[in-house]
């Protein structure tokens, strides 16, 4: 007889399957690696197992003990499963920004699941963070995982996932593309690549709102990178322990929109039906291959998890309209300012030591009424014709004074899908203007004026 004993058992081991259609155009063989094969149909049972099994192993857990995650999806489940194989009891705590759905499917497998506010800031007792330490704090025998800071999340990639890749392409992979949440699935298995042929190149994928990319290139933690974005389980705002920046190779980001189209064309026409971030994974994969794969090449991508957790967003057409995905040219973005602009259009700043003086006279000369203040490559704050005429006439000599001295915080960067309306309540009298990062990562600006006349058609 061919069994496994539980269905834990069943973890890993998931298929490697060639993308046909999306990679027309590409040199290089490019290989999925479908992680909806999992029992709970996640890349995510793998570190629900091995955080569970590591935690036992050091005397955190015992017989009969409790799980305790603040998780909406993925983790959940797979932490459930593992807690079902062996006897524990879960707790997930998550915002009540959560689909019903989402929480539905963990109550499914036997979790309590507490819905806290979202509207709270992550130290405030009620969020879904502090509920979950407190409990952890107050139930005997409890174990809280943070998939964020526990490194038993990448080892279960550099002991499974890394393997399985070597062995499935039979030492032939030369490219690794993953996206890049907790930083497990690339830092755990890329290193285990890495130490198979130290020339296997890691590409992480990361978000437009997130921090990663601009980390690894300038050692930076820039919280004006940071604004929210509808994609889930990629990018951060936070520097999780397992990502190990020597580990990934470069970061490629890809906005919500690119990701949706891309998921739903994996659906389509290859038959895989996936979540979102492995649209973004294949698009920012796709965008690096095409520039650097030589034909006898070979990329592992990994697709993280199944489509049916996002039936309800990216698999629906009125969804998907209402956020300008579908047919961009009826809600006008970011992207169109941007695009509407001359190629050889190059965002005016001013340095933090230029002179007052000669700022105004910059302004002036270029009819423009707000300027990003840079230090070196780094914006670093902001000017505005207003506040600088406030402050001559209550102290005419800082005209000789350095700009830095009388600047704002930096413009806040917003993403290049934000429609006019978004992009129009975030500007205001505090806020004189946005920034925003094109596809080539140019830096521009969006002011009142661009809106007005982009509205004006
Ligand atoms: C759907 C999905 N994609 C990608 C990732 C990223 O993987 P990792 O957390 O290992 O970086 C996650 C993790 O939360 C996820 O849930």
């Known amino acids: 007889m061919q069994y496994y004993n539980s269905i834990v058992d069943t973890i890993g081991d998931t298929p490697l399957v060639k993308l046909n259609k999306v990679t027309k155009g590409i040199k290089g063989t490019i290989l999925a690696k479908v992680e909806y094969f999992n029992p709970g149909n996640s890349v995510k049972d793998r570190i629900g197992i091995k955080m569970i099994e590591d935690a036992e192993k050091a005397g955190i857990l015992r017989p009969g003990g409790t799980i305790i995650e603040g998780t909406s999806g993925n983790t959940g489940m797979g932490l459930a499963l593992t807690a079902i194989a062996k006897g524990y009891k879960c707790i997930f705590t998550v915002s009540d920004k959560q689909s019903q759905e989402k929480i539905n499917i963990l109550r499914a497998v036997g979790a309590e699941v507490i819905v806290c506010p979202t509207n709270v800031a992550p ?137 949706a189209v891309m998921t739903r064309r994996l659906a389509r026409e290859e038959g895989m039906f996936v979540g979102w971030s492995c649209g973004s994974a294949v698009y920012g994969a796709l965008e690096y291959a095409r520039e650097h794969m030589k034909e006898e090449d070979v990329m592992v991508i990994i697709l993280p998890d199944h489509g049916t957790r996002y039936l309800n967003k990216i698999y629906n057409d009125t969804w998907m309209k209402d956020h300008g995905f579908l047919e961009a040219r009826d809600f006008a973005t970011a992207r169109d300012i941007v695009h509407s602009r001359n190629i050889s259009d190059r965002l005016l700043t001013v340095d933090t030591v230029m002179k007052v003086n000669d700022a105004v006279r910059l302004l002036t000369k270029e009819g423009i009424s707000q300027i ?27 005209r000789d004074s350095p700009v830095s001295e009388l600047m704002d915080p930096p413009f806040k960067f917003v993403g290049l899908d934000n429609t006019l309306d978004v992009l129009s309540s975030l500007i205001d009298k505090e806020n004189k203007a946005l920034l925003v990062r094109d596809e080539l990562n140019r830096v521009h600006i969006i002011t009142q004026a661009d809106l007005l006349s982009a509205m004006a058609g």
Do not use: M
């Not at 670093?380 to 402050?391: A, F, M, N, Y």
């Open 123 to 259: 130290e405030d007792p009620r969020s879904y963070y502090s509920v979950a330490r407190r409990l952890n704090q107050e139930i005997p025998n409890s174990f809280y995982p943070n998939q964020y800071d526990n490194l038993s999340n990448a080892a279960a990639h550099y002991e499974t996932t890394g393997p399985e890749i070597w062995s499935q392409t039979e030492g032939k992979v030369t490219h690794y593309a993953c996206g890049v949440g907790t930083g497990g699935t690339i830092c755990g298995a890329g290193k285990y690549l890495k130490e198979q042929n130290p020339n296997v190149v890691n590409v992480g994928i990361d978000t437009y709102g997130s921090v990663f990319k601009k980390y690894k290139e300038t050692g930076v933690f820039d919280e004006n990178e940071i604004y929210p974005y509808l994609t889930e389980g990629i990018g951060e705002d936070i520097l999780p322990k397992n990502v190990d920046f020597s580990l990934i190779d470069h970061f490629i980001k890809v906005t919500d929109k690119d990701a």
């Open 372 to 398: 990003p203040v840079t230090d070196g490559e780094q914006i670093v704050g902001s000017l505005t014709d207003s506040k600088i005429l406030g402050q001559l006439i209550e102290k005419p000599e800082i």
